[in-house]
């Protein structure tokens, strides 16, 4: 349960005062949530400094200035381009406030002649006549100290003014509570560290640029609370794996070597050491979980497939769990050929399977009749029983943290865990996605692959790429035609897509397909059975194909604004094209002008294709939040922690979570109750929640 002192800052924003429907709504989207603590960490992004006060005579036009002036005549405008004017003084020179667009009678109101104001904004000069265009500020003379100062500024939307959230912010900021210190207190006093409190109300009244940087001494704070929070929550859900004894698994190697002797090709160096690994791993009477790094094409599902083959050879159960349909068949089409030569039963169980067959495979499931299940989350649901599984494997190819919410579920007898993902990560997110989670990583691609020709051409040679494409098509090869990521909306790359497949069609005609994440998983199941099987040869996509998608038979792939994809992305992207021995073309398109950035990028594109090399060169390029180009990655979305900035701090804060379960499991000391608070205000409640120590 949440901790007491948290209520105040999870109500709703609806309890601060002046928050009515609309500014719920906007306020809501602008913070990305409707709790009082969404509107904690909306952290300002700027300051105006409003304590310069000069005379008018002595004003240097250009800043921003706060005055106190007497309002001298109103002059309305002659005509609708015109601007409304007001004449304001003080002893020294006259000022002329300009207004574009406005009720006459609100400024009457607010700017009565012959009375004081404080007016505050930036002044110019026009030909020598001092001037301002809409005051930022108008107030009365007895509130001129809310005014003097420096003015916070915060990320806005439309329909709602830095003003108005401040003065929400304010409210927000009196309910933050004085938390039992969860940090270790020398630790504190080292760093020169306040309360959290203290720091995330220095954060939000920042007196100097450098105080909105990362490294300022209060963010610092901040960002080592929630990655503490982050690697906490790690080490619990390792901590309860780890302590259930496992059982060894350690199987003949009969079948497996069956299955190296059915294979066309040799394994790799790097698929044997990492076999060995893992197969070491299931030996330990303990429970493993192990994390599976390797780059689009290096061989993952051969190793998933042998390792769990080691389980069967012991005469238990293993599972492999695909995010998508698509994938989940595609590992059933390898693996289940190679096991029906070796006689081991595999089945496959997705969403889409059929009542009665469903059923049967449930059944044979609990009596163990079958070996090895693949499957999508399918496989977990509640009424999925096994005999013995033994062997889970979790091919998350680039979604991140979706392990987590296995461990919790508990359906196999002590089931080793062993994590896949294809997506090359940085050591440092590595740690922020997985915590210590045992690590393989297989950095080499079979031999023989030819490297993609990959080139760089502006989107005004489209129809030279058209017209290329067009012979390309008709020698039999199979294309994929990536269409631009408009940012935070699915809808306008849908647009984009359609678009362009429709112009498409019209120079190619049946043979063009269209997948995007907005079909139903059936009808994209169609389209891309269509493309697979040949009866289509050019494939307009959105992003979805990103994912896994197996058709070694493409080798052209066309990416549309390629400098609005993220490197990994990129990478990822053009991964589904080297799939074969065959030569592959990717051709990176990019609308001028291009960001210094992007060109470096489609540089890194062009001359790399190394995985690991271009993750790490991602991460420096974006930051670490970015560094899939979506938030829903999975990654821990970090709010304030910069994995640049606060690198030193992620790896203190992982063995200061090591330490602080070492000498408290259970979290039930005094800094362990605190802890608790901590893990609870970054949201890590799932894992709390479940965590009995
Ligand atoms: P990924 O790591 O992307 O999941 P896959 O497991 O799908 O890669 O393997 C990609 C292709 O490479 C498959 O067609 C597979 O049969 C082949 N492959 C795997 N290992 C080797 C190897 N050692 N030598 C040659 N080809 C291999
Ligand atoms: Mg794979």
Redesign the pocket.
Known sequence: MRPEILYPLFTSIGSIKGVGERAYKLVTNLIGGDKIVNMMWHLPSNIIDRSYAPRLANAVAGRICTVAVKVVEHIPPKNNRQPYRVIVEDDTEQLTLTFFKVYAQSITKSLPVGEFRIISGKLESFNGQLQMAHPDYIARPEDIAKILGIETVYPLTAGISNKTIRKYMEQVLAKIPNFPEWQDQKFLEQQKWPSFKEAILKVHNPRYLSDLEPFATERCRIAYDELLANQLALAIVRQRVKKQYGRSICGNGELRQKIINLLP????DA?QRVLNEIYADLQQPYRMLRLLQ??????????ALLAMISAVECGAQAAIMAPTEILAKQHFE?IEDLCNKIGVSCALLTGKTKTKERKQILADLAEGKINIVIGTHALFQEDVSFKDLAFVVIDEQHRFGVHQRLMLSEKGNKADVLVMT?TPIPRTLVLTAYGDMEYSK?DQV???RKPVDTRVLPLSKLSDVVQGLKRKLETGARAYWVCPLVEESEKSDLAAAEERFESLKKIFGSSVGLVHGKMKEKDKDAVMEDFKSGKINLLVATTVIEV?V?V?EATLMIIEHAERFGLAQLHQLR?RIK?GFEASTCLLLYNLPLSETAKERLNIMKNSEDGFMIAEKDLELRGGGEILGTKQSGFANFRLANMEVHKNLLHIANQDAKMILELDPKLESQRGQALRTLLYLFEKDDMVRNYRG
């Not at 090709?265 to 790799?268: D, I, N, S």
């Not at 390797?294 to 190793?303: H, L, W």
Request: hydrophobic share 25%; charged share 20%; glycine share 24%.
């Open positions: 090709f040799k394994l790799t698929q390797g780059d689009v094409g290096s061989g993952k599902t051969i190793v390898t294809a297989i079979p031999e023989g896994g197996n070694p991964g799939r």
